[in-house]
């Protein structure tokens, strides 16, 4: 079979579109944007962007066979992007169908302070049922995101985050560093069994505060709200219990994150990087969970151009580049190396699917113009693999 | 006292392996624990006793729960409680030894367990505390003396199917033998249909939590004459949430249980005649909870039962109360009173006496918790109310 048939073929069987085997066909590049946050189309209203995001619970496949509950920005893990251009007006309209509060926050942006979504310090928790509008002129430019603040331990690993993109006027980064393409790619990792077990606490806590709230008996206690510092020490000479007391909750109940994603996807349903020989792309890079991440690029240097949307006056060129917490970082890969090349975490317990290497935000870059032979396994002496179909690079592994 | 030492060592070991070897799949490791502690006053037809501690009902229980390779789960239970300081059972006896298998609408389980003898428990310091209102009583127990266990526990297949929304189909063939070990023989079958809200979505205000129907078939019943007969019970059962407030709660819970009876039993002499005449009970609890920031803080309940003897030649009955009260003092820990009274008259006032009253100041702690935890209930909130994951 020449690799014109090959192609063919793939194109007919789309169950194995994303085969490592025909990783370079017209086919499994167009499903490979599936990977990526799905941008969401504004409606104009007075020369207004509105955007309309809502919140539910959804099930979320990280790799073939292992899903687990989210809380998802319109059934999207990460929630669908927002793209709007310096300056523009936004409007999100945000609506909450769980049964648990939640706010936006717009990390990284000037937004007005009511705006800013952090609950009962700028406003109320948009609770069961409501809508909230948030508004605010977009800037700085840069690449930015979005998140829930209401519990934001589980929230936001629960998968309540999105990319939010905005383009300058004059775009500094595409001058320096001209570039074809670009790709946006949220990090996080998740406590799957802290989120199931918290998500349940909360749902039924839940239960029971709404049905006193709709019926009028709001008790300040019980929500473990207070107007001031004095007003719960008060409380607690009265008899009140803080729930972070050791005669309410035992211990060492932290999250250990199992499972590393990006896009909401672990390897092997982590997103390709194609790039072709002579083009650089633009890699947007957020980290929207609780761990940090060095992200290594087998193969090359990049370019380091952006550090939390700012463009840096003087890029740097490095091959490792440490993604905190609440960081953005917008990377230049130049083409320069053909080839299939590992991006990947260096700190390597981030390669693992519950602790079973390698998983997680494990990646590829892949040239698009690589040569089919230059893909032959080839022969090992006494490890013939050719039989089983093993003969192009790379392949799916599981466990190593 | 040795089984009690031998079940600790397994569970060390269960650890150990859960936190070293991880070449095979450590299963999910699940601890429930009860202690039941009180200082009973009794007083029957005159004469008063009083026991300084009674520690029944205390129990421990182990579960080792995973994931098979289809979508259902498997588990081995073993459990143990402390028995009546007075029990020929010796001091600790082993009531759940069992392996389930599990998907999201059928459940198997085989080996020794809670029978299905009722539908509902009811608010009583031990769960005996209304066993002769609240049971379909066993006739193959022991005559000689009356131990609870032989009525609560059987070894059992029983399998159970969701054939609608909150309706649960199940039947089971249960062997009630002393010791199932020499005899595994079956001598009891049974059918349960049951609508039945879960634990997890109690606070959905629905006034309907249960409502249950039943019957049990005793199979090859020795009668007083040699010969040997079916005895079936018939019964039913309802939970409703009179006032479904989370804060003031209340809820109403009763369980009918008919006994056909044997031919032929016209007098009874002993509890294995008790077992075997005819017999119609009614058993009704009234409970209110007050629960403070999400806890339980305080619990009154009063429940009462009566029981009729139709079938014998003296008019024969029985009726009782339980008052009690708990105030929780930390999280699983309650400290209470229980106050109950019964009277019999008839035949049953020369197996019992006329009258009986009991006082029982309570301490009790129990919890449940897990390690390796791994997947989710199948009747939890997400599970339930969001998509059923495996």
Known sequence: ?400 | MKKFLITLVAFALCLAAATSSRAELTPEIQLGIKGVFSLDYARQDGNSDTTLVNFDDTSIMLGFREKLYSDYRGQFVVGMKFTDPDSDLGPVFYNHIFLRIEDKKSDLLFGRSRASTTLIEFPTLRDDDTLLYSDILNPHASAAGFEAEEYQYASMLRGSYLVADKVWLQANISSFKEDPLEDFGVNAAGLTLEYLVPESQRWNRKVLQQIGFGFNTFLDVEQPGGSSDNLINTMASLVLNVKPDPVHFWDLRAQTIYNNGLSGIDAIGDLKDMSQAESVSLLASLRYLNRKLEWPNAQVALTAGYKNFPGLQVDTNQYGFILNGLHRIGSGFDVGLQLAYDSFTGDLAALFGKDEFRMQAFLTFEFDTRWNNQFDERDSLLNLEHGYIP
């Open chain 1, 1 to 400: 079979m020449d690799r014109r048939e090959f192609l063919a073929l793939s194109a007919a069987v789309p169950g194995l579109l994303l085969a490592p085997k025909i990783l370079l066909a017209e086919a499994a590049k167009k499903a490979n944007t599936s990977r990526f946050p799905r941008p969401l189309e504004p409606a104009i209203r007075d020369g207004v962007k509105e955007y309309r995001l809502y919140i539910a619970i959804y099930q979320q496949e990280l790799v073939p066979d292992f899903s687990f509950h989210t809380l998802a920005f319109n059934d999207q893990v990460p929630g669908p992007e927002i793209r709007v251009k310096e300056g523009d007006r936004v409007r999100v309209y945000f609506k909450n169908n769980t049964e648990l509060n939640h706010t936006i926050h717009w990390h990284g942006l000037y937004v007005p302070w009511r705006m800013d979504g952090v609950p009962y310090v700028t406003q109320m928790p948009v609770m069961p049922g409501q809508e909230f509008i948030y508004e605010f002129e977009a800037r700085p430019a840069g690449t930015h995101f979005y998140h829930c603040h209401w519990g934001t331990l589980l929230h936001l690993q629960a998968g309540m985050y999105g990319s939010l993109i905005i383009e300058p006027e004059s775009d500094t980064v595409a001058k320096r560093f001209p570039y074809d393409r670009e790709y946006t790619l949220l990090y996080s990792a998740h406590d799957v069994n802290y989120v199931r077990n918290e998500l349940d606490g909360m749902l039924t806590r839940m239960k029971e505060r709404m049905y006193l709230m709709k019926n009028g008996r709001f008790d300040a206690e019980r929500f473990n709200l207070f107007n001031s510092v004095d007003e719960l020490k008060k409380a607690v000479r009265s008899g009140y219990r803080p729930p972070y007391t050791n005669n309410m909750r035992a211990q060492a109940d932290l999250p250990d994150p199992n499972w590393f994603t990006v896009n909401g996807k672990s390897y092997p349903e982590t997103p390709y990087l194609y790039i072709k020989t002579g083009e650089s792309i633009r890699v947007r890079l957020i980290n929207a969970g609780g761990e940090s991440h060095y992200l290594h690029l087998h193969g090359h240097d990049f370019w380091l151009v952006c550090d939390d949307g700012l463009p840096l006056e003087h890029p740097r060129q490095m091959n490792t580049l440490h993604l905190a917490p609440g960081k953005t970082h917008d990377i230049i890969i130049e083409g320069n190396n053909r080839g299939i090349w590992t991006f990947h975490d260096h700190d390597t317990r981030r390669v693992t699917n519950n602790g079973l290497y390698p998983g997680g935000n494990l990646m590829v870059l892949v040239y698009e113009d690589l040569p089919m032979e230059e893909r032959a396994v080839g022969q090992m002496k006494g490890m013939k693999m050719e039989g089983a179909g093993m003969d192009l690079l790379p392949k799916i592994a599981l466990d190593e």
